[in-house]
């Protein structure tokens, strides 16, 4: 069973605070990813990462960041929270290769 | 770049019939190909992948889906639906090369079972 954890589930802030979004994983896997799906339920690639000191943006502009000092942990950081945040972001990780991505559960995050 | 396609919004099934969602990709090389369910409020769980050999790929909870090159389709399929299967499901298509840079994902098939 894959193991990989997003904290919190959900999150409602107020504009301006900074927030960070954690994601965990037990399997091991170099490779991890944030995802930004937004109510039309269509997914984005905001980050992603190759392993220990590796990130990289993806296909969609963010103004967040993402650090990945662990191989398991790879959080994702919004400094100052605006309502155009208010999305689900999920986290993926895969062993890379010939490999399927595993998901978290998502963080659903409100910005008011 | 590559891209997916997954042409319906909103597909209306009744329970018990069968069921075929569509997706289509478009990628230079040989692609890999995914498709993923996502319940409400839930993240993504994989149905099935295709990587090479057969193309009539068999999955979870009773799915299948068939890779046609000649056609760069990859639809899911299911002879028999129940009311659990209402859900998003969303088609994949990753880089043949192993690279980091994530999946590419459609936009959804959102799937209502009538009873």
């Known amino acids: 069973e894959a193991d990989i954890y997003q904290t919190p589930r959900y999150l409602v802030i107020g504009t301006g605070k900074k927030i960070t979004l954690e994601c965990s994983q037990t399997m091991g896997h170099d490779k991890m990813y944030w995802y930004q799906q937004d109510p039309g339920m269509e997914l984005h690639l905001i980050h992603y990462?190759?392993?220990?000191?590796?990130?990289e943006k993806g296909d969609l502009s963010s103004e967040s960041t993402v650090s990945r000092i662990r191989t398991e942990h790879f959080p994702l950081t919004l400094e100052s929270a605006r309502p155009s945040h208010t999305s689900q972001y999920l986290c993926?990780?895969?062993?890379?290769?010939?490999?399927?991505?595993?998901f978290g559960q998502g963080t659903r995050l409100t910005v008011v | 770049a590559q891209s997916v396609t997954q042409p319906d919004i909103h597909i209306t099934v009744s329970e018990g019939a069968s069921l075929e969602l569509r997706c289509n990709y478009s990628?230079?090389?040989?692609?890999?190909l995914f498709w993923y369910v996502q319940s409400p409020g839930q993240g993504l769980q994989l149905l099935l992948k295709?990587?090479?050999?057969?193309?009539l790929v068999q999955g979870i909870k009773g799915f299948e889906a068939e890779f046609k090159r000649s056609q760069s389709s990859f639809n899911l399929r299911k002879p028999s639906v129940h009311w659990s299967d209402a859900a998003e499901y969303f088609c994949?298509?990753?880089?043949?090369?192993?690279?980091?840079?994530?999946?590419?994902f459609g936009k959804g098939t959102h799937l209502i079972i009538q009873p």
């Open positions: 993926a990780s895969s062993a890379g290769g010939y490999t399927e991505a595993f």
């Open positions: 990628y230079g090389a040989t692609p890999y």
């Open positions: 994949a298509v990753g880089d043949s090369g192993g690279g980091a840079d994530g999946l590419t």
């Open positions: 990462s190759y392993g220990v000191n590796s990130t």
């Open positions: 295709y990587f090479s050999g057969d193309t």
